[in-house]
């Protein structure tokens, strides 16, 4: 495993926080209100898929617009 610098997130980290995120909220989604909870599960799972198999990943597109930096320590 990589040592990284907590001070920096970069691409990869923030789309793990957000997918995490994600997860968890549909989780809790479906335990507690309705199993269509599960659906946000899905897209998440699907997204990773994609963005694993392709490259293409729409949140990242967004984060790296926003200014979210490609590797940690790069300047863009």
Do not use: H
Request: hydrophobic share 50%.
């Amino acid at each position: 495993m990589e040592n990284t610098n907590n001070q920096s997130w970069y691409l990869e980290r923030v789309l793990f926080l957000i997918a995490g995120s994600f997860s968890l909220i549909g989780l809790f989604i479906a335990n507690f209100f309705s199993p269509w909870g599960l659906l946000l599960n899905l897209l998440v799972g699907v997204n990773m898929v994609l963005f694993s198999s392709v490259g293409f990943c729409p949140m990242a597109f967004i984060l790296t617009r926003l200014g979210v930096p490609k590797k940690c320590g790069s300047d863009k």
